[in-house]
């Protein structure tokens, strides 16, 4: 509770004026002895206080990073990431996604923004513990702005892409979901690079549409749609690679398929589509 009310009151939640530019207007000595302070309960056993105190280290970097203040933030969980007590890395991975969702990509220079992709793909891995992956999978999706200048470097492209792809196939269902996330963030933002690995993203997106956890088998449709929805704008400016041209009889076998998964079973007001739905989405 007590992360809450400090997090909504430096980021002036309430709309108050009086608060405005609160913390910005603090003295500098004694706002480093409260990050300080923060940051020393980071590594917390408890995963419920790691993601409170990460989302109060995220909301202090909103206001200081684009300032260009503690600069060294974003560095050492890049650094910590990589940490031997579970912990630190978890804290750490936890920290950089919800510091990813909070800032733009101006709000950093390219050596910073390539530190946390590799620190955020490097824990990406199948063998155990599976949560260093499961983190580094959801901060991952909001740090696909980030990938720009890694995409336009064929060997970077390649690593991220291995490692998206090696989520997708993992065994944990939160991972594949998230992996698929990404994928589909990926095929939005990166289209020209999508002629590179198309015949894998075809491979792993058909296997999941078959997936027993209905939401990993949605994201995968979602997939499609993204692409389709992408192509229809992009056939009337004449800048389309037909990619769902290319493979439209597959694609309407697979979303043909996934129209029979319907169970009725889901409530109606229910936000969660299950891979029937998001199927007659795509089509």
Known sequence: MASIIFKNFIINRSKDEKYDQYWVNLDTEFKSQIKMAILATLASPKALVRGQIANVLASIAS????????????????????????????????????????????????????????ALTNNINAQPPIEPTRLAIKALLFSIPYTRPNFEVQQERDFIMKKVFEACQSTDEEVQEFALHCLREICA?????????????????????RSESPKVGAQAFEVWTTLAEDETERRNKGNSKSYIESCKDKLLIM???GLLMITFEEDEDDDEWGPALSAACCL
């Open 63 to 118: 206001i200081e990073i684009p300032r260009k203040e503690w600069d060294d933030l974003v560095p050492n969980l890049c650094n910590n990431s990589t940490s031997e007590d579970i912990n630190i890395k978890l804290a750490s991975l936890t920290t950089l996604g919800y510091i990813c969702e909070e800032l733009h990509p101006d709000d950093l220079n390219n050596n910073t923004k390539n530190n946390i992709i590799l």
């Open 189 to 209: 933002q990166e289209y020209e690079s999508v002629q590179f690995y198309f015949n894998e993203i075809c491979m792993v997106t058909e296997a999941l549409t």
């Open 255 to 257: 979303i043909l398929q």
